[in-house]
């Protein structure tokens, strides 16, 4: 089975940083493009940060400049920088992973971030 498993969430004041781990399995991970999303309570899920197999990345508007997606495929796991956090940041964030010859997507369980001070 393929498997997506975070780590790395937590409360934290604003203006201060996390880092989001995401191990995922061997057999997809270096094919797949790799996200994060995040959904906080009664809004719809977004995309937060993606990178694809070649590295290439975006972000939403709202995180331009303060988080950072990437990519270890030795590790088999993707991080998310997040700096600057901010109480609007607060939400469970998702591990996705799109399989990119089957367009297959996959996800993790989720970990809750919480800003607050």
Avoid: H
């Amino acid at each position: 089975q393929v498997q997506l498993v975070e780590s790395g969430g937590g409360l934290v004041q604003p203006g201060g940083s996390l880092k989001l781990s995401c191990v995922g399995s061997r057999s997809i991970f270096r094919d797949s493009t790799m996200a994060w999303y995040r959904q906080a309570p009664g809004k719809q899920r977004e995309l937060v940060a993606r990178i694809s197999t070649d590295a290439s990345t975006n972000y939403v508007d709202s995180v331009k400049g303060r988080f950072t997606i990437s990519r270890d495929n030795a590790k088999n796991t993707v991080y998310l920088q997040m700096n600057s956090l901010k109480p609007e940041d607060t939400a469970v964030y998702y591990c996705n992973a799109n399989f990119v010859y089957t367009r297959v997507n996959y996800w993790g369980q989720g970990t809750q971030v919480t800003v607050s001070s």
